[in-house]
Each structure stands twice: as C-alpha cells, then as structure tokens.
C-alpha cells in the first residue's frame, strides 16, 4: 500500500514536472518569437499572417530573422547538453568545452585549415576543427587520469590553462600571418553573421545532442570510471571515444558557426542541476529548454540595450554568466571547497 | 628551465650551496648587465644622439615594469601563502582596464584629455587600489577559503571584468574607443613619455617601502598565526602589501598592458636558483630575471622575429605550461 503510494506520489510528480517543461517550453517559443520581430526592419505581423507582406520583408524574415533565432536556440541547447556530458564523463562540474581546451583547440583548428587551404568548404572546416578539438579534450582527459586529484577545482583550472597554452599557440601563428582578427571572431561568439545558407550545420548539432539526451545513462556510467562501467557490461572506452566525439563535433560547429560562448555550458547544467538534481535522463530536456531560453534572453538584451547596434553575444553572456557562476560558486564554496 | 621546478622549495631552509645567495644575485646583475649593454648597442652604427632616447626609454619602461611585476608577485605570494597565484591571475589587470574603461565611458575623452594625465594616473590608481584592495580583502584575508576556490573565483572574475570591459566599450563612440585603445594596448615600443617619468618614480618610492619592510615580509611568510606570534601586525601589515602590490600592478599595467604569466615565471625562476626564502634576495632575484628576459625577449624579437611577434604571446605559452605543472605537483604532493 505504501509503496503504491508512493509510486503514485512519483507519478503524480512527473506529471507536474511535465507540465512545467511544457510551460517553459511555451516561454523560450515566446522569446523566439521576440527574438524574430526585434531588429531596425519592423514587421508587420497582420500582413504576415493575411500573407500580403511585402517581397522585402519576407526575405529580411527567411534570410536572416528565422534562421538567426533557429540558430540560437539550437547553440543554446547543444552547448549546455554538450556541458552535461563533459561533466557526467570527467565527473566534475565544473568541466565544460570552455573550461577544457575544447573551445581553444577547435580554434586551434579552424587556423590550421584557414593556413593551409583557406578556399576549404565549410564541412572541411569543421572537420578538422573536430578532429583538434578531440585530441586537446583528449589531452585534457590524459592529464586528469595521470594524476590523483586533491580538490575538484584543480580540474578546471588546469583545462582552463591548458586552454590558454593552446590559444597562445594559436596567437603565435595567426599574429605571424596577420589573421588575428579572423580569430576573434571565432573566439567571441556573435550571431549577427548567422544569414540564411551559413547555419545550416548547426542542425548537426541539434541531432548530436538528441543523441546525448538518448544515450545519457550510459555517460553517466562511464562517469563512475573504467571498472565499473565493464562490470555493468558496458564498453568503456567505446563510450568515452562516443561522448567526446559528440562533444568535439558540436563544439566545433558551434566555434565555426558563430564563435566561442563563454559560461554556457557551465552554468546551465550547474542550475538546473541545483534545482533538479542529477538523474540526467530527466534533467536533459530541462538543461536544453534552459540553455535556448538563457541564450535567447542574452541575445535579446545585446540587441536592445544599444538598440540599433548590437553587442556580441559572447560579451553579454560573459558579463551575466560570470556574475551567475560567481554566485554559484561562492554560495556553495562550502559544498565544493 | 621548467625541469628544475620538481625539487620542493618550502620552508626557509636552503639546500647545500656551493655558492650563496649574493653570490648568485650578482651572477644574476652581470647577466641583466650584460643584456641592457648588449640591447643598448647592437647594431647601432654609431648614431647615438638618436640610439640614446629611443632605445633608452624603452630599456627605463622594461627595466621599472620588470621590477614592478617582479616585486609584486613576490609580495602577493606571500601574504596569500602560496606559490600558485599572482596578481594577474587573479584578474588585477583585468579590473584596471574596467576602470579606465569605465572612466573613459562616464567622463569622455574631451574632458578626458583636459584633465592633466598625470592627475588622471593618480586617480586611477587609488580608484584601483580601492576596488581591489576590498575585493581581495574579502576574499582572501578575511575567511578560510580553499586556495583552489580563490585562484577558480579569481579567473572568473578576470573574465568578468574583461567581458564587461569590451561591453562598455562597445557602447562607447569609436573615436573614444580609439584613445581607450590606445591606452590598453601599448607596448614597450609605444610608452608614453610623460608618464613613464612618473610611473618609474612611484615605482622606486614603492619598492623602497617595500625593502624597509623585508624583515616583515619574511615573518610574513611564516603564515598569519607565527607571525602573529612573533609580533607582526598583521591586518595592518597585509593591507599595506596589498596596497603596494595592487600600485604596482596598476602602474605596470597602465606602461604597457597586461602580461599576464610573467609574474609567475620570474617568481619562480627566483625561488629555483637563489636558494633562499628571504625577501632580501628572492625579490632582487626576481626582478632581475624580469630585466634579462623582457630584455632579451625584445632583442630576440626585435632582431630574429622582426618584430613578427609579440612577447606576451610566448610568455603566456611557457607560463601557462609552467601553471598546470604547479597545480599538478601541487596535486600530487597532498
């Protein structure tokens, strides 16, 4: 009787909590559709919908709004499920593509193939950057198995130096042949390059991460460490090549795509994490409704508070993810110290 | 160079020496002599009435923000009891190019450039050695926090103060960004003339402060209960160090932008070879190392990468390399 109770108290549970992912999800479309009508050409939205707009404000519509917005969500999603996994697989929370050379070596990447055939084709690019990025990450992960770890801080401090050595290599090169300031657009993430015909890829992304969401546990299991993931039956090392081949794959289209996000992966999980807990498999959809929403809202303040102009998305989310993080991390000092 | 950083360098103890600590301070002085006199005369074709000014107040920037950042590495190392963090680290610089930022934004360069910039530098620096001194009060001094969380709270905080930096200067007109710009990212080939003066002076004031207190300094390292215990007083004491680190950090940043590893390999390369925890020799050890490479590094850049790179971009590889090698040692030894 009581374990019926019970059961029933954890359906009637997952209905609420079913309900409110619904409404969130209602919350980040209505900041989609914010997020389509802000910007120095005004809609009209009745003749949107009566479908006697103008020949111009369709084609501002398909060729830039729609797929700006898309785009945002689908980075937005993504880079948070990509954090979740990096944190399930290296065990620490603190561990995100920004704060594990992920970022720093996919760039790394795009300079090497900007060097030596810069006529490449965009899915080119993105492999190369895949491939730099997976073995930085993988370097990152070498380091932490070749050393026992006092405190779980040292993890992403030593990512986020590692992600400093590499990018100072980058530096070097791209200083040598006059492509800083193609670099800074890899690394500061701004989506007002995002047109029609140039995000594409990002879809690539999105279905990485419904893969993620699909194969959650097993990350989560391969987490535990390499005895016990082969005592449940499980291929370890197939797992962990798996995880980070998605993680290093949405990395780099997202760097490609509209540059580095700092904060996002980080922060996202951790939040969702604080007020759901750790049962991935439930939390995932949470995490990405969670990061679209954050991104859209970040987005549509860069774009409002210097109204026409806007400010770069990845100084905005610097600026409100850092003060976030900082909350974070000192509120539960306690916890992490 | 970076294998010698294994061998544990705690403790006032020295191992045995061959030659003592004054010893090696002079080898090290001849070596930074020898670097200068070699820099200053170089390919120099003999035309000194132009070679004297122009290399000179080059050599008169690195050799003041050498010792700058030498010295206040030392002294931030010390009065936060690690070997890990130093000031730019912890976003310092960071925080004094969001107050430059943040000045140029609320006044303006108009009125900005009718205030005398001497009177502008002085500001800035006690606006920075305000803000900062509180900050890092309440984060170090103040609770038991675990090392790791501060250097962790600290590059968050860089990223922060940077982040909002650039998004303060995009809200800015373009022509302001441009003396904004110039204002952050000098070089050792671009020093202001006028406040290179000024900034050495307060350097050599601030040092000199600093060497009447190196028998403090040494208690200091003993950690807050022993020094307590052998008569420092030490709320009052730290904030004094603090205030000479953060001036110093903010007159070096202002000459010629941040360097952000620099610190740290000086320090280190200082701990590794003078043998001696004492102030008296670790800090002039330091600083010296700080003149041969900043030195040599320019002359290697100047003569074989002509001018093809940028010092800061190597400094930050082989410091950042030396970085994750202190946490793992520090790591493994706990």
Redesign the interface.
Known sequence: MAIANTLQAADMNQVRMNRRLIYSVVGVFVLAVISVFLGVYSFSIRDLVRGDADVHASMVLLVSRIPRTVAIVLIGASTSITGMMMQMLARNR?VSPTTAGTVESASLGILIITLFAPGAPIGIKIIVASLTALLGTGIFLA?LRS?????P??V???G???G??VS??T??FA??YDLLQSLSTWT?GDFSRVLRGRYEMLWLSGALALVAYFAADRFTVAGMGEAFTTNLGLNYRRVMVLGLTIVSIVTAVNVVTVGAI??LGLIVPNVVSAMLGDNVRRTAPWIAVTGAGFLLMCDIAGRA??YP?E??I???V??VG??I??FL??RS?SR?? | MLGNVASPTTGVEAPALKFGPKVRLLVLFLLAAGAVTLFMTIGSNGNWDFIIPFRGRKIVSMVAVGFAIAASTILFQTITDNRILTPSIMGFDALYMLIQTVIVFSVGTVQLVQINARMLFLFEVLAMSAFAGALYWMLFIQSDRSLHLVVFVGIIFGVLFRSLTSLLQRMIDPTEFAVLQDIGFASFNTVNRELLALASAVIFVVLLVIWRMNRVLDALLLGRELSVNIGVEYRRDVMIVLTMVTILVSVSTALVGPITFFGLLVAHLAYQTIGSSYHRYTIPAAALYSVILLVGGQMILERVFNFNSSLSIMIDFAGGLLFIMLLLREGRKR
């Open positions: 603190f380091i050393i026992p770890l006092r405190s801080l040292v992403p401090l030593i986020i130096m590692l400093g050595v100072s290599v530096s070097f200083y040598r500061n700092p904060f508070i210097r102009y400010i770069p990845g100084t905005v610097g600026v850092g003060i993080f900082l991390l000192l000092s992490v110290g």
